[in-house]
């Protein structure tokens, strides 16, 4: 792997677990103004070393670890830069079942945004899909029970990483469905917690939602140090903008669709290397910086020009 591509991959990263996380931001800006600046202080500094090194660093690692068991911990973290042939044999023999349950779990998540969440209408159609969200649970059973039919016709494992996606993706929406309503109890003096509960709260939901940031970077690389770069460095800009810009970011009405967008593509890139198909190092940065460029782009012009 050459300069470039590292760059690529770890400014793609960082632009995706940027864009992905804009939910999280705000959630995060929410609840920290209900709580003491000393507890603000704490969140924001200490918390994000817990974002990056807790979540965003064990998480891949572990990953990639059981999904090669036979190589060990320590391989697991430097499988991409090994020059040790069983090594890079046992990665590739079981990249293709991480790669399709990751690239299942995106999917779903992109057509649950599509089909059920309110949404700023970014492209024609969005809003007769949202108009007929009861069909989302149909359409998601299709395309699982066409994937499954087909991983299986190829190996039996990477159908089972396909289920393992989709137990994933409802596990951890059941996760977000709870952190929306706590949040709005906190918001409204229901919840009634103290600091401690608020940041330790706030970290839990911080580690739900870096669950589609995490396996969303499988489809740029498999290497866990790039992985923990790239997806640091967007932890960082989050937490500016949780700082700062949080009211600025809420104006860039179509971000969250390129967010959305760019998980679509990035799971069908890792549906499809899954079945051996080869994507270029630099295929999925440059969706990504396209996908969020082109909303981004549109975000503007409607700040410029409102409807």
Request: no cysteine.
């Given at each position: 792997m050459d300069i470039l591509s590292m760059f690529l991959i770890v400014s793609g990263l960082c632009l995706f677990e940027t864009?992905?996380?804009?939910?999280?931001?705000?959630?995060?800006?929410?609840?920290?103004?209900?709580?003491?600046?000393r507890a603000r202080r704490w969140f924001l500094i200490y918390g994000l070393l817990i974002a990056v090194f807790v979540v965003r660093a064990l998480l891949p690692w572990f990953i990639v670890w059981m999904a090669t068991p036979?190589?060990?911990?320590?391989?697991?973290?430097?499988?991409?830069?090994?020059n040790d042939p069983e090594v890079k044999g046992a990665v590739e023999r079981s990249a293709p079942v991480l790669l399709m349950g990751g690239g299942v779990f995106l999917v779903l998540l992109f057509f649950h945004w599509?089909?059920?969440?309110?949404?700023?209408?970014?492209?024609?159609g969005?809003?007769?899909?949202?108009a007929h969200g009861v069909w989302f649970y149909a359409v998601v059973s299709i395309i699982l029970a066409i994937l499954i039919w087909a991983a299986m016709a190829k190996n039996d494992k990477?159908?089972?990483g396909a289920v393992v996606g989709a137990t994933a993706f409802v596990i951890t929406q059941a996760f977000k469905m709870?952190?929306?309503?706590?949040?709005?109890?906190l918001l409204d003096g229901k919840g009634n917690l103290s600091d401690i509960s608020k940041v330790l709260y706030l970290e839990v939901i911080d580690a739900t939602f870096s669950i589609d940031g995490v396996l969303g970077a499988f489809a740029f690389t498999l290497s866990v140090p790039l992985i923990l770069l790239g997806n640091g460095l967007g932890a960082f800009v989050v937490r500016e903008f949780t700082m700062r810009n949080i009211d600025?970011?809420?104006?860039?009405?179509?971000?969250?669709?390129?967010?959305?967008?760019?998980?679509?593509?990035?799971?069908?890139?890792?549906?499809?290397?899954?079945?051996g198909h080869e994507v270029p190092s630099w295929g999925s940065p440059l969706v990504t910086f396209g996908i969020v460029g082109y909303f981004f782009i549109k975000s503007k012009r409607a700040m410029v020009n409102p409807a």
């Open positions: 864009i992905s996380s804009i939910d999280n931001a705000i959630i995060n800006a929410e609840v920290l103004s209900t709580m003491s600046p036979g190589i060990g911990p320590l391989a697991a973290l430097t499988a991409a830069f090994s599509l089909f059920l969440e309110e949404k700023n209408y970014g492209l024609w969005e809003s007769f899909f949202y990477i159908a089972f709870n952190a929306e309503d706590s949040e709005r109890n600025r970011i809420k104006k860039y009405l179509y971000l969250k669709n390129g967010a959305m967008y760019s998980i679509f593509f990035l799971g069908l890139i890792m549906v499809a290397e899954s079945f």
